[in-house]
């Protein structure tokens, strides 16, 4: 089992950045990582996700101005954010999980908020 501890979360202006990281308890390398999100009241989506050969698939909302990577050799997931937008506001939460497998049956972070004002 992985354990997932994200971070980086904040409150920022419409049009701001900020910076996500997601550090893992050990090596992830044979997983597909992910980044989710939810916003009160609302169903959890999926945000961005990045195969371990490298290949990533980001959700139509956030295409363009959010990018994940990551750094293997300390175990460490990123998600840059820019041009944030109000819409954006949401608990985020990384997710390790095999890829054969569906997200849910993976191991999730605890969150980290992020909250953009208009």
């Known amino acids: 089992q992985v354990q997932l501890v994200e971070s980086g979360g904040g409150s920022v202006q419409s049009g701001g950045s900020l910076r996500l990281s997601c550090v893992a308890s050990r090596s992830y390398s044979s997983y597909c990582m992910g980044w989710f999100r939810q916003a009160p009241g609302k169903e959890r989506e999926w945000v961005v996700s990045?195969?371990?050969?490298?290949?990533?698939s980001y959700a139509d909302p956030v295409k363009g101005r959010f990018t994940i990577s990551q750094d293997n050799a300390k175990n460490t997931l990123y998600l840059q954010m820019n041009f944030l937008k109000p819409e954006d506001t949401a608990m985020y939460y990384c997710?390790?999980?095999?890829?054969?497998?569906?997200?849910?049956?993976?191991?999730w972070g605890q969150g980290t908020q992020v909250t953009v004002s208009s």
């Open positions: 990045i195969l371990p050969s490298g290949p990533t």
């Open positions: 997710v390790a999980a095999l890829c054969r497998s569906p997200w849910d049956s993976g191991s």
